[in-house]
């Protein structure tokens, strides 16, 4: 297993603007997920991307995937106050391996 | 719906008690998973189960155990409860295809040792 870095640890936005978060990681993986946690809950899946793929979309998410820079990026667009939550990314290594979750990016968006 | 439940949102529990987390998941998972969560430390992996009556140390095992007698059902358990273990904790499924499927979370255990 290997954790996920999130870049910037917080960010916060008006409502309608885009907001951007990354991810790095050290080492070979077969895919990567999304997820977001409101506050005090558990974590939800917004997106995978397989490591033969550069980019997806799902409805207002974009996420690109840079495996040659051991980076990811998820854009939300025309954000809105629902949208605040904090965003973490983790890497899935071969095997049946746990995800690791690093300290994500807490976004907020305000009215 | 697919549901991971958690059988408190909230518990508090004096130090020394022994203490039991329930995780019951209905979409006949192999894979089970216990994370706790604190406040600038991220979600940290505790135990993880591949199977029935199969048990794997996470990064943070010290002070807990784990039970895995029916594949659903997924418990955690905190042998005599600290005050450093007061933390969120998150239970989470998915199935046999491992890293390549999402994970389903539980909606939180936030547990208080007094």
């Known amino acids: 297993s290997q954790q996920g870095e999130e870049d910037p640890q917080a960010l916060s936005i008006q409502e309608g603007e885009n907001a951007t978060m990354n991810c790095s990681y050290k080492?070979?993986?077969?895919?990567l997920q999304w997820y977001r946690q409101n506050s005090g809950r558990g974590l939800v899946h917004l997106i995978l991307?397989?490591?033969?793929?550069r980019e997806k979309h799902s409805g207002r998410l974009r996420v690109t995937l840079d495996t040659s820079k051991k980076s990811s990026s998820l854009l939300i667009t025309a954000s809105r106050a629902a949208d605040t939550a904090s965003y973490f990314c983790?890497?899935?290594?071969?095997?049946?391996?746990?995800?690791?979750f690093g300290k994500g990016t807490r976004l907020s968006v305000i009215a | 719906d697919v549901k991971v439940t958690q059988s408190s949102r909230y518990l508090v529990k004096r130090t020394g008690e022994k203490v039991f987390l329930e995780c019951v998941q209905d979409?006949?998972?192999?894979?089970m998973f216990w994370y706790r969560q604190d406040p600038g430390l991220g979600l940290r992996l505790i135990y993880f189960?591949?199977?029935?009556?199969?048990?794997e140390k996470g990064d943070i095992p010290e002070g807990y155990s784990v039970s895995r007698e029916k594949k659903e059902r997924f418990s955690l358990i905190l042998e005599s409860a600290s005050t450093n273990q007061t933390s969120m904790y998150l239970c989470?499924?998915?199935?046999?295809?491992?890293?390549?499927?999402?994970?389903?979370f539980g909606s939180g255990t936030q547990l208080s040792v007094l």
């Open positions: 989470a499924s998915r199935g046999i295809q491992g890293a390549s499927e999402k994970l389903f």
């Open positions: 080492t070979s993986i077969n895919n």
């Open positions: 991307i397989r490591s033969n793929e």
């Open positions: 983790a890497p899935g290594t071969p095997g049946n391996t746990p995800l690791v």
């Open positions: 979409m006949d998972h192999e894979n």
């Open positions: 189960s591949y199977d029935v009556k199969m048990k």
